[in-house]
């Protein structure tokens, strides 16, 4: 079975997907963005602060956590800025490494984004909401 998850503690989607897919006890979460946050002006790594922790809003929404983290693919307009959000992410991830895809991008979906994050999780068989 698949479904569907749209979340209300996210910022609204305004496009034609979901922000996360279940099937077959994984969870494929669409592209994360700052769109609509506080900091989608803002620089780099606020940007990349608001979307990990949309990510871990949702992992802890379905009862998974880091650990439970697949693979994880992470699209910027300005590969040369990486260092700056390394940090960011070896300290969201503790000692939990998932794999990683990391893609330069000419543009995101509004000029003023610099990242988004897509991931696949585990879902945990007695765990998350239906």
Known sequence: MIQ????DFLPVIAGPY???T???QTLYISGLTAFGTDVQCGELSKQ???VLSQ???ILDYE???V???IKVTIFVTDITQLSSIRQQLFDVYQNHLPACSLVEVSALIHSDLKIEIEAIAALNSNGGHQ
């Open 48 to 50: 990349t602060e608001e």
């Open 18 to 20: 979901v922000h996360a």
């Open 55 to 57: 990510l871990l809003k």
């Open 4 to 7: 569907k998850c749209s979340y």
């Open 22 to 24: 279940k099937h077959n």
């Open 67 to 69: 650990s439970d983290l």
């Open 63 to 65: 009862a998974c956590s």
